[in-house]
């Protein structure tokens, strides 16, 4: 069960899914819709362009942050490419 109470695939059996406000399930092997493919879409770009912020972020203000860890005898942090 997920956090927020629905059913996971996993959960159910058959290869279906339950919707947490639905009172059906959905084939877990169907097509995604047309409408999940734009939000996908729509979603991938906005990330793209808050991590390319952040990636902003992180250059122009990680040496004045590593300056107040270096004044509190704290090690300095390093931005990182690294995908977790």
Known sequence: ???D??????DTGGGRFCVPGFSH???ADARPT??????FKDLSATLVAQ???LGAALKSGLPAF???LADRGLAPEEAS???R
């Open 1 to 3: 069960m997920s956090a």
């Open 5 to 10: 109470g629905g059913r996971l695939a996993s």
């Open 34 to 39: 047309d409408q999940s493919y734009l939000v």
């Open 81 to 83: 490419d690294e995908k």
């Open 66 to 68: 590593n300056k107040l």
């Open 25 to 27: 399930s959905f084939p």
């Open 51 to 53: 991590l390319a912020k």
